[in-house]
């Protein structure tokens, strides 16, 4: 199919981006795969691209205070390499890494991987993880939100995501999944960080979007966290919490999740010591 028409401007700046942004039908361009190609099959409407690829503003890997600020425009070839995520956040790196192949990690951005709506992706679940914080700009000016709400909520209309605001964990976090073959989309995928707390899990893929499992966290508290353990704290959850999908079960897509819990918390074990 063709792209259907629309208009297409490029601000000088994030103020007039924010101004654009507020007509009706005005979306985003930033790495522009999942637009583009929502465009293309009539998945998705736009009347106005408003292009901000170029906003050296929304760049950038810095770290301030023991917290990492990533521009919401770092491509993901960019954040699965960058020595202070993979040094303070590991769990990001590893998602960033197994996003896509090169040429989709070198086009995608941190902020499009972490705004996708209808279908899970990597980076969201290792921010749900980290209990990270995604900076918005809005007409109301910057505002913050945590980003297991913003994975629940998405992006509020006439916003751009500028940043994610990441705790600098060291190395005792990972993360891992199992792709779907047809789509490299997350079948399943579980992020995992170890604090002096307990752990802290998340899962996507198996569950409607990228959720903090609390309850596993709380009989997982303490350890051990061998594989034994990680299932049954897995089976305990509630069965409607995992959904089918792709041809899987809720119960296959359960024991999956906790199977790579499991190897998530056994590598954050490892690399911590």
């Known amino acids: 199919m063709i792209l259907t028409e629309f208009d297409y401007v490029r601000p000088a700046g994030l103020d007039e981006a924010l101004d654009l942004l507020a ?10 795969q999942s637009l583009l190609a929502g465009l293309r099959t009539g998945a998705e409407t736009a009347r106005l691209l408003v292009d ?6 929304l760049r950038g890997i810095a770290s301030d205070g023991g917290t990492l600020r990533i ?15 993979r040094a303070g956040a590991p769990e990001l790196a590893a998602a960033a890494r197994a996003n896509g192949d090169p040429q989709v990690r070198n086009l995608g951005t941190a902020g499009g991987n972490l705004a996708v709506t209808g279908r899970p992706t990597d980076l969201p679940v290792a921010a749900v993880a980290a209990d990270a914080v995604v900076e918005l700009a809005g007409p109301g000016g910057r505002t913050r939100m945590a980003a297991e709400a913003f ?3 998405g992006p509020p209309a006439g916003s751009v995501l500028t940043a994610l ?8 976090a990972a993360f891992e999944k199992t792709a779907d073959r047809a789509t490299r989309y997350p079948l399943c995928a579980a992020a995992v960080r170890l ?7 998340a899962v996507t893929g198996a569950t409607p979007r990228a959720l903090r499992l609390r309850g596993v966290e709380d009989r997982l508290r303490g350890g051990p966290y061998t594989t034994e353990a990680v299932l049954a704290a897995f ?4 069965r409607e919490l995992f959904v089918p999908g792709r041809g899987t079960s809720a119960e296959y897509l359960g024991h999956l999740a906790g199977v790579l819990t499991a190897r998530a918390l056994a590598r954050a074990a490892r690399t911590s010591t």
Do not use: M
């Not at 007509?23 to 790495?31: E, H, I, K």
């Not at 919401?72 to 995520?85: D, K, N, S």
């Not at 089976?235 to 509630?238: D, L, M, T």
């Open 23 to 32: 007509a009706p039908g005005a979306r985003v361009l930033a790495g522009g």
């Open 52 to 57: 901000v690829r170029h906003l050296a503003e």
């Open 71 to 85: 521009g919401a425009l770092t491509t993901l070839a960019e954040l699965a390499a960058h020595p202070l995520v």
């Open 151 to 153: 994975a629940a909520a």
């Open 165 to 172: 605001l990441v705790p600098d964990a060291g190395p005792a």
């Open 195 to 201: 604090t002096a707390d307990g752990p802290r899990i």
């Open 235 to 238: 089976r305990a959850e509630p």
